[in-house]
Structure formats: C-alpha cells, structure tokens
T-cell receptor, first 114, second 114 residues
Framework: KQEVTQIPAALSVPEGENLVLNCSFTDSAIYNLQWFRQDPGKGLTSLLLIQSSQREQTSGRLNASLDKSSGRSTLYIAASQPGDSATYLCAATILTGGGNKLTFGTGTQLKVEL | DGGITQSPKYLFRKEGQNVTLSCEQNLNHDAMYWYRQDPGQGLRLIYYSQIVNDFQKGDIAEGYSVSREKKESFPLTVTSAQKNPTAFYLC?????????????FGSGTRLTVV
C-alpha cells in the first residue's frame, strides 16, 4: 500500500527566505507526483505535476523535483512571500486494478512572516 | 473558464437525515472522485468513477452513495448510516482514470451535523 509522508508538518520562515518542503513515498511505481496548495477552508490548487519520466518541473518561483529510486520529491520555493502562506500537499498517482489512485500526504503548513 | 463547481459551500445535517453534495465539471474529464478531509489527516478517497454509469468504492465508502448518470456530474449522498459525517468534502476530476494525468479539485463543501 502506497504511503506518502511530508516533513516538516509545519514551518515558519521570514519573508524572502528560500525553503524546501519534503515528500516521500513508499511505492516507487508511480505514474506522477503532484504538488497542491490549500488555503484555509478552500479547495486544492494544483501547483506542479511531475511525470514519472521527469526529474523536475518549474513554475515561477516554484521548482519541484522527483527521485523515484529513492522515493522522494521536494518543492523548492524561492524568495518566499507572505502570500505563500498555506498548506502544501503532495500526492502520488499509482495504477491499480480499478484505475488510477491518488494517495496524499498530510501536508506541510507554511507560514511566511513579514 | 473550465473548472469544477461544488455546492453548497456549507451544509448542515440533522441526525438521521440524508444529504446530497453536488459536483459539476465542464472540463470534459472522464474520471471523477470524492475525497473526505479531516483535521490532521490526509485526504481519503470515498468513491470514484472512471466513466459514465460506472463507479467504484474507495477506501472509506461505508455510509456514502454516488451516481454518475452524466459525464459532467458526480453527486455524493451522505446517508444516515455514516456515523461521523462532519468533514470537508472535496470533488476532483481527471482527464482519464487510466492514464498519466493530473487532478483538478473543486472548492469543497463543509458538512456539519447539528
């Protein structure tokens, strides 16, 4: 059974700092790995999708990497801003007998302070 | 703009009552999913549907029911058999349930038992 773990559970940093969020998964036979952002009381916003054949994806100040062999993904946020404060979730997609299945980590709650 | 619409945003249920949560998408996606989110826990899969008129149980289907009569719609009914229904419910869709595709999420429905 796929298990996804995110470390740390919470993180507080000063504005302008570069930071790394970690995600690990137990089953390396993944289709892709997706990073989401969730603001309090809101739905999930997709940030980056990394296919299993890719090593990284970039969007603006965000960069996500994937190392299937070690079961790890990282989300790098450059020059953090207070608007980046949110919970960040990673999710791994695997193929099961019933179709794709997405397994989520419990998230990292990020606070960027002025 | 294409997306997923969940309604209502807030829903209150009395003990012993069935309630239905709406999920509509105009992305022309084949696959749709229902997740439940509880504080401190990752998202858990309730039901999913890969094509119209077909759906499968997820990890926590007991006390829930769904239908998929139209490609655009995947309503979730929380029945009186669900003993602890208070949670945040998220609907998602994907282009296909059998391929390497990312997921798009709605803005969620918060259900509270009163």
């Amino acid at each position: 059974k796929q298990e996804v773990t995110q470390i740390p559970a919470a993180l507080s940093v000063p504005e302008g700092e570069n930071l790394v969020l970690n995600c690990s998964f137990t089953d390396s036979a993944i289709y892709n790995l997706q990073w989401f952002r969730q603001d309090p009381g809101k739905g999930l916003t997709s940030l980056l999708l990394i296919q299993s054949s890719q090593r990284e994806q970039t969007s603006g100040r965000l960069n996500a990497s994937l190392d299937k062999s070690s079961g790890r993904s990282t989300l790098y946020i450059a020059a953090s801003q207070p608007g980046d404060s949110a919970t960040y979730l990673c999710a791994a997609t695997i193929l099961t007998g019933g179709g794709n299945k997405l397994t989520f980590g419990t998230g990292t709650q990020l606070k960027v302070e002025l | 703009d294409g997306g997923i619409t969940q309604s209502p945003k807030y829903l209150f249920r009395k003990e012993g009552q069935n309630v239905t949560l709406s999920c509509e998408q105009n992305l022309n996606h084949d696959a749709m999913y229902w997740y439940r989110q509880d504080p401190g826990q990752g998202l858990r899969l309730i039901y999913y549907s890969q094509i119209v008129n077909d759906f499968q149980k997820g990890d926590i289907a007991e006390g829930y029911s769904v239908s998929r009569e139209k490609k655009e719609s995947f309503p979730l009914t929380v029945t009186s058999a669900q003993k602890n229904p208070t949670a945040f419910y998220l609907c998602a869709s994907s282009l296909s349930g059998q391929g390497n595709y990312g997921y798009t999420f709605g803005s969620g429905t918060r259900l509270t038992v009163v």
